[in-house]
């Protein structure tokens, strides 16, 4: 029979609605897989973007650790409480001004004390494990700490020492780098 109108068959409609139904399911799953691309890397960048801060404010506090840094006593170098602290004189040259690290809880503090009181910075908030290692020569003279951070089952190390520069510029405790 001749079909004068010029319209589909049932069969032929069925066809384009499964080609139409399987390509909308393709590029449902393409835009699916490409939304957590995109949230993984959003969160690489900005634990990326939080380490080079971190690292940036480190260094930044340790560069203004200067000789003799290192000296016995009371005054030297002191891990306290088991790793989770560790307090450093000489901060700007004066004996009596500190600079300590503080692990709490996920976060990482750092907190200056000099003539002008004390202030505290938040370097890290949310890493899974943090660990701080005093660097020392072979004649046991703490030269830098290592810190160790884990994030998302990966470990990022910051090799800071005493006097050094950043490798990024920035600013110390109060400021953004």
């Given at each position: 029979m001749n079909n004068r109108e010029g319209g589909f068959t049932i069969p032929e409609?069925?066809?384009g609605l499964c080609v139409t139904s399987i390509c909308m399911f393709m590029l449902s799953g393409l835009l699916s897989s490409s939304t957590g691309l995109f949230a993984r890397s959003r969160d690489r960048i900005l634990t990326a973007v939080s380490l080079i801060r971190a690292d940036t404010r480190i260094r930044a506090g340790l560069g203004a650790v200067v000789?003799?840094?290192w000296e016995g006593g009371t005054g030297g170098v002191q891990i306290l409480q088991a790793g989770e602290e560790?307090?450093?004189p000489w901060?700007?040259?004066i004996r009596e001004h500190t600079l300590s690290f503080r692990i709490e809880g996920a976060g990482l503090v750092m907190e200056t004390r000099d003539n002008?009181?004390?202030e505290q910075s938040i370097l890290m908030e949310s890493a899974n494990r943090i660990t701080m290692t005093l660097l020392e020569d072979e004649n046991?003279?703490?030269r830098g700490i290592d810190f160790?951070?884990?994030r998302s089952g990966a470990a990022f190390h910051s090799l800071?020492?005493?006097s050094c520069a950043p490798l990024a510029g920035g600013a110390l405790a109060g400021g953004e780098p």
């Open positions: 409609i069925l066809t000789i003799p840094y560790i307090l450093i901060y700007g040259g002008l009181g004390t046991q003279i703490p160790c951070f884990t800071a020492y005493f």
